[in-house]
């Protein structure tokens, strides 16, 4: 499952592995992480991406955008 998340980040959200494997570790750890994109749109937009591929893998994700 870790696997998964290091995937979405780097795939979806332009992470390197060393990028995306810190953040994976710091939600199993602290239960969430903060990524931050230009815009609420794009920010949108990469969310229901990961959304998309989690749900085609049958992986259980919760991710949200939000303003800052």
């Known amino acids: ?3 998964m998340v290091v995937l979405l980040l780097v ?3 332009s992470k390197t592995n060393e990028e995306a494997e810190r ?3 710091k939600v199993h750890r602290e239960g969430r992480a ?3 994109d230009n815009t609420l749109d ?3 937009t ?3 991406k ?3 591929m989690a749900r085609e893998q ?3 994700l919760r991710i949200t955008y939000e303003p800052e």
């Open 1 to 3: 499952t870790l696997d």
């Open 50 to 52: 990961a959304i998309k």
């Open 11 to 13: 795939s979806i959200f």
């Open 46 to 48: 990469k969310t229901e």
């Open 42 to 44: 794009l920010a949108a």
């Open 34 to 36: 903060t990524l931050r």
């Open 58 to 60: 049958n992986f259980p």
């Open 23 to 25: 953040l994976t570790i």
